[in-house]
């Protein structure tokens, strides 16, 4: 007697529920993972190897030379001077939160055309980084819109040489660098503030808090977690700032950064070992920044 098999063909239809969430799932992670992946993890693990070396990133020749790029950077501090820059960044970018905050507040609740402002607030971080840098350097620019400005508001002794001078060239960059991503956090807090529950905020009304009172202890503690990330972003952007100094200034006049530093170091100096070492000991910072906020944060219970 033969027995005749007949093979079923597939379908989604004939796997459980379950089963099918767990396979779209797989599918429409597959692409996104394999490409970071490819170009992320993979790059890193050819940079952290290449951070051994003394390769020129032309010869095909890699000479092992074990922890001596590490050596040669702690024994120097002026490898980690342009930290310095990263303070004004850094000191800007809690300012830019602080600013997002109360303004995303004020747009979120009872507030017209409340979209509207969402929008126009949101639209630089659309621009190019590289639009948003030409765009400044014409702004600050000798005799161009900024000093136009504060002529006709009375304020020309004010004039300075924005990003000639020493003392004002990072708060310039580090202005723009505000400009930029201020929208950003007002969108995320935006959306935050609107997932708090309106029965508590009317519950609050109703016992009397007043405005900068339910701010203080409904709204930042509803959009606490956004908070935390866009400060450990914000602080680790800081110190990886690159695209709006280089291209505004070139890392002169006093504005390198440690990012800038190590591009240099790649691709003018032709020291891919010594730059990989130094974008590995910049990934440490971050990976360190980000343990220490936790810890702060979970001591304080938030």
């Known amino acids: 007697m033969e ?17 099918q969430k767990i396979l779209i799932s797989i599918t429409f992670l597959f692409v996104p993972v394999l490409l970071l992946i490819l170009f992320t993890y993979v790059p890193s693990i050819f940079m952290f190897g290449y951070s051994f070396t003394d390769w020129d990133g032309i010869s095909p020749t890699k000479n092992f030379i074990g922890l001596s790029n590490y050596k040669l950077i702690f024994s120097s501090p002026d490898y980690f ?15 830019q939160i602080a600013l997002a905050v109360c303004i995303s507040y004020l747009i979120s609740f009872r507030c017209r055309f409340a979209n509207l402002f969402k929008g126009v607030y949101f639209f630089p971080s659309l621009i190019n ?5 030409f765009i400044f350097i014409f702004f600050f620019r000798p005799g161009s819109t900024l000093d136009t400005i504060l002529k ?11 990003l000639q001078n020493p003392h004002l060239i990072n708060v310039s960059l580090a202005f723009v660098s505000v400009w930029r991503y201020i929208g950003y956090d007002i969108v995320m807090f935006s959306a935050a503030m609107q997932s ?3 029965d508590i905020i009317e519950a609050a009304e109703v016992d009397g808090a007043n405005r900068f009172q339910q701010f203080i202890h409904i709204i930042i503690p509803g959009i606490s977690t956004i908070l935390k990330l866009l400060v450990f972003l914000s602080i680790t952007g800081s110190l990886a700032a690159f ?13 390198m950064t440690f990012v800038i530093q190590t591009v240099n170091f790649a691709f003018q100096n032709y020291r891919v070992g010594l730059a ?17 906020q936790r810890i702060v944060l979970q001591s304080r219970g938030a």
């Open 3 to 19: 027995a005749s098999v007949k093979r079923k063909k597939f379908s989604i239809s004939s796997l459980t529920y379950k089963q």
């Open 81 to 95: 001077r342009p930290f310095i820059v990263s303070l004004y960044y850094i000191v800007a970018a809690f300012i």
């Open 129 to 133: 980084s590289v639009a948003i840098s």
């Open 152 to 162: 006709l508001l009375g304020l020309g002794k004010y004039i300075q040489l924005w």
């Open 196 to 198: 708090i529950p309106t």
């Open 243 to 255: 695209e709006i100094p280089y291209i505004m200034t070139g890392g002169g006049n006093g504005s």
């Open 276 to 292: 990989s070492a130094l974008a590995v000991i910049l990934l440490i910072i971050s990976i360190l920044v980000f343990v220490i």
